[in-house]
């Protein structure tokens, strides 16, 4: 009976609100970022260990704001492939175009993993042409490479421009001389969309509070208002009780009344 009397005050404290899954395979780096992030816009999330990573969990009504929060911020990171994945010996042989065209990829994932190592990178994107002859006879095509950098509104773009353009030039070949030949590198900023999430409010008595934290005081209050009248019946039974024990040790602890002479009874009778 008590276990489930405390488990109904559990339920009606949690608003028995159900939490549904955000984001899973994650590392402990990843889900940590994703849960401050989420913290600073007021939504509560839990990490869930898994076999194969972290997973992260969110109330049921918090479920949209957090996918809008994390997308505006670029969470969690993708994945890229590294140098040493995409090169990995798997015992089949490779011809020469598809070696060409895993070198592109693992060039382009190694300049995007760096770039977004910048503050206020949110998505960075690289697409590369290396130098190529189309034809047999024919010039040799220049390499060229351009950049999509997706940033933080507050970044200014003109403060990491030529460094992200001589980073870019001195990683592909034959693009050494590039920097300021706007025709071989493009780089291209686009500033994100600032977040401008309105948590609906409601008024609780005398206070305005976010609406899915309603129910969650409502319920304290409830579970308050529950626990003050369990404790004013307890109180009264316990001072009822205790007045009958005292009343039945007066009584129990009051001399005998000897009896008078004149109603005395007589040794004859």
Not at 35 to 60: C, F, N, S, T, Y
Request: one cysteine or more; hydrophobic letters at 45%.
């Amino acid at each position: 009976m008590l276990s489930a009397f405390l488990l109904t005050l559990v339920c009606l404290l949690t608003g028995c609100s159900d939490s549904v899954e955000l984001h899973r395979q994650l590392s402990e780096q990843e889900a940590n970022e994703i849960i401050a992030e989420l913290a600073d816009k007021h939504i509560r999330a839990q990490k869930v260990p898994a076999k194969d990573g972290v997973i992260v969990r969110v109330d049921a009504a918090d479920i949209g704001g957090a996918v809008r929060v994390l997308d505006a911020v670029g969470l969690p990171k993708p994945k890229r492939a590294t140098m040493g994945d995409t090169f990995r010996k798997e015992g089949v042989i490779s011809t020469p175009l598809e070696e060409r065209a895993r070198y592109i990829y693992a060039l382009s994932q190694e300049l995007e993993a760096t770039l977004s190592k910048i503050d206020g990178v949110i998505v960075a994107r690289v697409h590369v042409v290396l130098p190529e002859r189309i034809a047999p006879g024919e010039p040799v095509q220049p390499a060229s490479a351009s950049v999509f950098i997706k940033h933080d509104p507050r970044l200014e773009p003109d403060n990491i421009r030529g460094r992200v353009r001589r980073m870019v030039a001195s990683s592909i070949p034959g693009m050494a001389t590039a920097v300021d030949n706007s025709q071989k590198l493009t780089v291209v900023f686009v500033p994100a969309t600032a977040l401008q999430e309105q948590r609906p409010l409601t008024h609780f008595g005398p206070f305005l509070m976010p609406e899915n934290q309603f129910v969650y005081w409502r319920n304290a209050m409830v579970v308050l208002l529950l626990a003050l009248i369990a404790g004013a019946v307890a109180f009264a039974v316990f001072w009822q009780k205790r007045k009958q024990r005292r009343s039945h040790a007066g009584l129990s602890a009051e001399p005998a009344v000897p009896l008078s002479p004149s109603v005395r009874p007589s040794p004859h009778e």
